[in-house]
């Protein structure tokens, strides 16, 4: 299996989901589970979960790397962006691994690896070149075919379950939580979209999680939909302890990531009727995303 995030260190659904799958399949398989950056602490016995921020040399070919660990540090300096005359962000830009510097002995790069593997930012602007890294070590690590199946979650593992994929033989099974096409637009033809596609159009089965996802990949990826099978996620329920609050003011709260996916100009639509009709209702967004720095905006001047 080739996840993205994992408990401990997750920063949001695709790593509840990832562990979710792997807590129930885990009783009845043995699953090898390669992520970029393992935490320390897990509860699910028999399960072999292999960080890229945790591995040796001797597990991976490095001399096959060369051209990958092209790296230098950079700093960066403190950006101000001003939005509006309402309210304006400071955003301090990432500083961290890019390409320039290769490196020639066997504990630098380990130890790149490990650094850019090791950051509280599982995304962040230098995405795609940890995915295309993340393929080249997962290939290697599962080099050995001693497995059935590959499962891989999401885009950001589809360059790597190809590589096992062609190098192994073994069937790739590919689990669609999300699509690029839902996060940026029905048009998105960006490099995302085409990892996607090529991910889906090699695979031997995928999972959607929805209907609705199923009809997309479909609809724009031009995949089979005979391949495609739907499966739900699951949920574990927990007791819930519900309170109240001594404000005379109804509250409706959005807790989660603010992206455009999660509809957020569809709340402050939605929020802007309900007021009209309920003066006594509030909303509060708490979260962060990439839609945050839109949403204070238009809220701003409604």
């Known amino acids: 299996m080739l996840g993205w995030e994992f408990p401990p260190l997750f920063s949001g659904g695709l790593g509840v989901a990832t562990y979710g799958i792997v807590k129930s399949l885990h009783q009845l398989s043995h699953i090898r589970l390669i992520i970029p950056t393992a935490g ?3 509860d699910l016995e028999g399960v072999n979960i292999i960080g890229l921020n945790k591995i040796g040399a001797e597990e991976v070919d490095l001399e096959r790397l060369e051209f990958s660990l092209q790296f230098q540090n950079v700093e960066i300096e403190k950006v101000e962006m001003q939005f509006s005359p309402y309210h304006h962000i400071n955003d301090i830009m990432y500083s961290g691994p890019l390409l ?6 066997a504990s630098d790069k380990i130890g790149a690896i490990h ?8 995304y962040g602007f230098n995405i795609l070149h940890k995915v295309h890294l993340f393929a080249h070590l997962a290939e290697d690590l599962a080099a050995d075919g001693d497995f059935d199946i590959i499962h891989a979650h999401d885009w950001v593992t589809y360059p790597a379950a190809l590589r096992i994929k062609r190098r192994t033989g073994k069937p790739l099974v590919l689990h669609v939580h999300a699509l690029e096409t839902d996060r940026v637009g029905d048009r998105a033809r960006n490099d995302i979209y085409w990892l ?23 609809k724009h990826y031009d995949i089979d939909r005979a391949k495609i099978s739907v499966v739900h996620n699951g949920v574990d329920a927990v007791p819930v302890k519900r309170g109240t609050h001594k404000l005379k003011d109804k509250i409706v709260v959005f807790l989660g990531r603010i992206t455009a996916q999660k509809g957020p100009n569809f709340l402050m ?13 509030k909303f509060v967004v708490a979260g962060t995303g990439d839609q945050f720095a839109h949403l204070l905006e238009t809220t701003a001047y409604r």
């Not at 320039?100 to 002995?105: A, D, L, N, Q």
């Not at 996607?196 to 479909?218: C, F, H, N, P």
């Not at 639509?269 to 209702?281: G, L, M």
């Open 40 to 42: 320390n602490a897990t």
């Open 100 to 105: 320039g510097m290769k490196f020639s002995e």
């Open 115 to 122: 650094s850019i593997f090791s950051g509280k930012d599982m």
């Open 196 to 218: 996607e596609r090529e991910g889906l159009m090699q695979a031997d089965s995928i999972i959607a999680v929805s209907e609705y996802t199923k009809d997309q990949i479909v």
């Open 269 to 281: 639509e939605t929020a802007e009727k309900v007021s009209r009709v309920y003066p006594r209702v």
